[in-house]
């Protein structure tokens, strides 16, 4: 059995596909990680996974299970076996659909379900089946993403019903979904027919009005036929996107006038301070855009006379002449660097440059209510003043 928490790289094709008078870019899939269990494998990962649901809920607890029982859970905590998201905090802190519909899903079998909600509960021996009366092409499955979520770019699916290495040949996979972003038809998703996690990288998707939902809704296409069942079984499908380094609302801008304002009021064609490393001066510049996004687990950073709330990846300057944060590796991997942002922490300085002083970090903690939070894109420049305190805008990396 293999770890299931690889996932493998898409990019998209020049190509196009005509489908029902559409051209649409195709995107393939390069595989990687399998995902295979036998009834035996099955019995002790259900095992396993049904007495973490019990810790969680406080029926039973970790230390009163045998030795045996608790490698297991470590296990699954760790990434291995059939859940498809593990302890800590992921992109999904912040992000992830709030609802899930579905055209429609086969009736219960005793105590199995094929819910739509099967899609996206982490579990691999759980699946989405579509209701097969009239076929399954067509049938279609939609996420719910709250307007300001952070940004969607990748799609993870496990295709067929992983549950074990028997049901999976003998019910359908999904061969092609057409994707469809707030009812506009955008890309054809083609999989391999193999149980191997498949993920598909796309450009950032996100809704920007407070009154609608990002949906994204996935339409089957074409299967691949199972050795004994018509009706095609998606295991799990999960998301990975860009969690926007911003700040909480009221954190004070330094405008051009050396006025501040809250965040959450600037305005595009705003004029705000920055700062060039290269002359040491001040510099006035205009607000290209203001960006919303919704986010919890939020940082508290403490200084002797100020404290300022942000996403973990937003890059402060430090008395070490560098851009730091406290989750450099989305810093760096999210977005463009003129040069590598490094681990912030307490103890560091950071600069303040209206004063051309630096000010130590004293405390950092943890906000976990979710809240609507800003940042700001600059026509030049790629930096601003937050509560005295200078930081760094920020540019997407994108995928095509």
């Known amino acids: 059995m293999t770890k299931t928490a690889y996932i493998l790289t898409i990019y998209f094709l020049t190509l196009g596909l005509s489908v029902s008078g559409q051209n649409l870019p195709t995107i393939q899939a390069t595989i990687h990680a399998s995902n295979n269990y ?3 494998e099955q019995a002790v990962w259900q095992k396993a996974l049904d007495q973490y649901s019990k810790i969680n809920s406080g029926d039973t607890r970790y230390d009163f299970l045998s030795e045996p029982d608790k490698k297991m859970i470590d296990s699954l905590e760790m990434g291995y076996g059939p859940m498809t998201q593990g302890v800590g905090c992921s992109w999904y802190c912040g992000g992830g659909p709030y609802k899930i519909t579905s055209s429609s899903y086969l009736k219960d079998e005793g105590k199995i379900t094929y819910l739509s909600d099967n899609i996206h509960d982490f579990d691999l021996f759980t699946a989405w089946v579509p209701d097969n009366s009239n076929g399954s092409i067509g049938k279609k499955i939609n996420f719910h993403f709250k307007p300001f979520a952070p940004r969607v770019n990748e799609i993870i699916i496990w295709n067929g019903y992983i549950k074990n290495t028997d049901l999976w040949k003998a019910n359908s996979r999904v061969a092609k979904f057409k994707m469809i972003v707030n009812g506009k ?11 191997n996690t498949q993920s598909f990288k796309i450009n950032p998707i996100q809704s920007t009005d407070s009154t609608k939902d990002l949906v994204l809704t996935l339409e089957i296409l ?3 036929k199972g050795t004994k069942y018509y009706d095609v079984a998606i295991s799990e499908i999960n998301f990975d996107g860009l969690d926007v ?5 009221g954190t004070q801008i330094t405008m051009a006038d050396n006025s501040t304002k809250s965040i959450e009021q600037i305005t595009k064609d705003n004029w705000v301070m920055t700062f060039d490393n290269n002359t040491n001066k001040l510099v006035k510049t205009q ?4 960006i919303q996004a919704r986010h919890s687990n939020l940082l508290k950073l403490k200084f002797s006379d100020r404290e300022i709330i942000t996403t973990d990846d937003h890059p402060f300057w430090t008395a070490d002449k560098k851009w730091a944060s406290l989750n450099p590796n989305k810093s760096n991997n999210n977005y463009e660097q003129t040069s590598e942002v490094i681990q912030l922490k307490i103890g560091d300085r950071v600069f303040i440059p209206t004063e051309n002083k630096f000010i130590d970090i004293i405390s950092i903690g943890t906000i976990e209510e979710e809240q609507l939070t800003y940042t700001i894109e600059l026509k030049t420049a790629d930096n601003f ?3 005295g305190l200078l930081v760094k805008t920020e540019r997407l990396k994108w995928t095509n």
């Open 287 to 290: 607000v290209s855009e203001l």
């Open 222 to 224: 074409e299967v691949y």
């Open 38 to 40: 036998n009834k035996s």
């Open 185 to 195: 038809p955008t890309a054809i998703l083609e999989l391999k027919d193999v149980n």
């Open 385 to 387: 003043i937050a509560n």
């Open 245 to 249: 380094h911003c700040f909480a609302a």
